[in-house]
Antibody, heavy 123, light 111 residues
């Protein structure tokens, strides 16, 4: 069955870096685009970054542009989120989500999500 | 503030019907972009409930249904059960922002 398992979260000081991973299994990894979506404490869902099925295009929310980098390794069936220059407002549970729609036509939709990994940015 | 507006909370007794609204604008729902709905229990993976405005993935009970009209969409849940108590989010696309957008979420309480 399809599984997405995030890891790499933790407590980090402001200004430091962290790399999240999302291990995928149960499907052909190169078929789908993927999103990172986060949920800050007491808040709703917010998309963070998107990568196309072949890694050729990447998009970022304005709030993380220039600080976060999304990537994927098809040999390991793994999605990554490199987070640099972390801020207190980046504190959130980070989810990876599989897109079974079509972002280019404005129809991204997520059929599988991981359980999330908590990132806490605090001194 | 979220681009898509949802009521913060709704409630209903077991067996009743509740609806959750998702109000957008002419650059997202009103522009014809599809609306999708997710159920989320804290500490778990969000679950796709409705995609493409009114389609249920395999395994989602027909107690859940979606609709869309103009700049708004709605999720209806009939025959409320205790296990339906969760947060519900709508999602679409905004052409002005060129991003995926989520509603702020609605907490459903089963009385």
């Amino acid at each position: 069955q399809v599984q997405l398992v995030e890891s790499g979260g933790g407590v980090v000081q402001p200004g430091r870096s962290l790399r999240l991973s999302c291990a995928a299994s149960g499907f052909t990894f190169t078929t789908n685009g993927f999103f990172w979506v986060r949920q800050a404490p007491g808040k709703g869902l917010e998309w963070v970054a998107l990568i196309w099925h072949d890694g050729s295009k990447k998009y970022y929310a304005d709030s993380v542009k220039g600080r976060f980098t999304i990537s994927r390794d098809s040999s390991k069936n793994t999605l990554y989120l490199q987070m640099n220059s972390l801020r207190a407002e980046d504190t959130a549970v980070y989810y990876c989500a599989r897109d079974f729609g079509d972002f280019s036509s404005g129809d991204s939709k997520f059929d599988y999500w991981g359980r999330g990994t908590l990132v806490t940015v605090s001194s | 503030q979220s681009v898509l507006t949802q009521p913060p909370s709704v409630s209903g007794a077991p067996g009743q019907r509740v609806t959750i609204s998702c109000t957008g604008s002419s650059s997202n729902i009103g522009a014809g972009y599809n609306v999708h709905w997710y159920q989320h229990l804290p500490g778990t993976a969000p679950k796709l409930l409705i995609y493409g405005n009114n389609n249920r993935p395999s395994g989602v009970p027909d107690r859940f249904s979606g609709s869309k009209s103009g700049t708004s969409a709605s999720l209806a849940i009939t025959g409320l059960r205790a296990e339906d108590e969760a947060d519900y989010y709508c999602q679409s696309y905004d052409s002005s922002l060129s991003v995926v957008v989520f509603g702020g979420g609605t907490k459903l309480t089963v009385l």
